[in-house]
Nanobody
């Protein structure tokens, strides 16, 4: 199973980006999917998660600005990020929780300039 993340880049404060992450390989079903981020010198943290049924949870710092969604038919998870600020600058990683183990994407860099 492989996860491929797309959509990172450089954006000005107040701008928006949409990340996507597609899982491929021998997949029967995916339980939860999520986005994490790691800023320089900081630990990786959960940004948002979504269950197979569509229930979501968010870090307090992104509530009201970020929206996570998924397309189960495509094994893809999305993260719509609005009102970005420099504190959102980080490498963003997607994760898929399958029955036997979790899988991580390679990370995509998001840089927000002030």
């Amino acid at each position: 199973v492989q996860l491929q993340a797309f959509g990172g880049g450089l954006v000005q404060a107040g701008g928006s980006l949409r990340l996507s992450c597609a899982a491929s390989g021998r997949i029967f079903s995916i339980n939860a999917m999520g986005w994490y981020r790691q800023a320089p010198g900081k630990q990786r943290e959960l940004v948002a998660g979504i269950t197979s049924g569509g229930s979501t949870n968010y870090a307090d710092s992104v509530k009201g600005r970020f929206t996570i969604s998924r397309d189960n038919a495509k094994n893809t998870v999305y993260l719509q990020m609005n009102s970005l600020n420099p504190e959102d600058t980080a490498v963003y990683y997607c994760k898929a929780e399958l029955v036997m183990r979790d899988y991580w994407g390679q990370g995509t860099l998001v840089t927000v300039s002030s």
